[in-house]
């Protein structure tokens, strides 16, 4: 397996972590839509500065290193033996290396006290359910859309912005 190593974020990467945060989701954005569409905010950004600092802000932020070079980030939020993961990224030119994984499986490692694991992914980030479904073994477990059942509109669920209409899948990983 690839080896990574988990870096807590320090105050002076913040800045370089949301730029490489957003360029790592500006990517598959790209890839899958173009250049331009409704998903992209008002400064052209997938996901916007005020998330990636209220995840960093409100849970563990680390920096993804492999071979000593920054390639990627993650932000995770744990309370007893509920983990969720806000945010996991690598640089565009590092995927399809295992990278991703490795720093799932140090996440893992990091918590083991967690026995569920929960994230989101919007719908057209085929890429993002692919890696959690069929190699970090979650399950999807709802499908967050302006249909969905509850009692909420979909821009008041917590984990969706509402930028993205079309849906949010939610995941959840059983720890054995």
Known sequence: MTEVQLIPLETS???????????????????????????????????????????????????????????????????GTHGDLELLFTKPGVHSKGIGYAAWCAIENLHPEVSVWETITPYFETRN?????????????????????????????ECVDPQFPAGMFRFEKQMK
């Open 129 to 157: 359910i692919h890696f959690y479904v069929n190699r970090c073994g979650f399950h999807i477990v709802e499908y967050l859309n302006k249909h969905h059942p509850g009692d909420m509109p979909l821009e008041e669920f």
């Open 13 to 79: 990467d913040r800045e370089q972590f949301i730029k490489d945060n957003q360029e790592a989701f500006n990517y598959g954005a790209m890839e899958e839509f173009g250049c331009r569409d409704e998903h992209f905010e008002d400064d052209g950004q997938i996901i916007s500065r005020e998330t990636i600092e209220q995840s960093i802000d409100s849970g563990e932020a680390y920096r993804i290193l492999s071979d000593g070079k920054i390639v990627g980030g993650a932000v995770i939020k744990v309370d």
